[in-house]
């Protein structure tokens, strides 16, 4: 199943590759080249499928839990200030989404979304110290009775140049449906409170919607 973001695109796309490979068979005369030049593009569409697949994920969903909003691999451990929502010391948790993850935002905590701002930005590597503050970007901070307050922010790399939110303050949210999408990138960061306990390690896969990030007694 594709994610809603990826209609278009994958329409366009057929409709590219089609005209591509009957191209390809018109004029390019010679086999071996003409079967290159249609296993790239075929190979080219496959990587767009890839991209906005959407799976369905029925994950151990409990109140006590923060689950990982992306598919990607733990990048970042550590406490740190968070300056523009809590502006006091968080754990942060960040997952790296390379090309060929899901690209699906999750909600990690089930709740009321308190806060959801879009800061337009820079397109530096998803891995870069700075990219968490200056790059194309959304905050969303979701509260429950469990955790308290639990901020996530969608950060766009060097290729993505679009992030989709869908959080909407005052509304009320379930923990592991779509909160949003991230096209072509990237990273997202977790703040969560300095008690929580946090489960993962740093360079370990993760899976949106399904991975325990941290709990709460």
Request: charged content about 20%; glycine content about 6%.
């Amino acid at each position: 199943m594709f994610h809603k973001e990826g209609h278009k695109i994958v329409m366009i796309s057929i409709a590219l590759v089609v005209i591509a490979i009957m191209g390809i068979d018109y004029f390019v005369l010679l086999p071996w080249l003409r079967t290159t030049l249609m296993l790239v593009v075929l190979a080219f569409f496959i990587i767009i499928l890839q991209f906005f697949r959407n799976p369905k994920r029925i994950g151990s969903l409990h109140d006590h839990h923060v689950l990982s909003p992306v598919d990607g691999k733990v990048v970042v451990i550590e406490e740190v200030f968070e300056n523009e929502f809590f502006k006091d010391q968080r754990i942060q948790v960040s997952v790296f989404m390379s090309p060929i993850n899901v690209h699906v935002t999750r909600y990690p905590i089930g709740g009321k979304v308190l806060y959801s701002k879009y800061h337009p930005g820079k397109y530096l590597v998803a891995w870069h110290p700075k990219a968490s503050e200056e790059n194309e970007r959304t905050t969303v901070v979701v509260e429950n009775e469990f955790f308290g307050q639990v901020l996530y922010r969608q950060i766009a790399g060097a290729l993505a140049k679009r992030i989709v939110n869908y959080a909407k303050v005052d509304t009320e949210v379930a923990q592991g449906t779509d909160s949003g999408f991230i096209k072509f990138g990237s990273r997202v960061d977790l703040f969560l409170p300095l008690d929580a306990d946090i489960k993962v390690a740093l360079n370990q896969k993760v899976k949106g919607g399904m991975t325990v990030i941290a709990e709460t007694k």
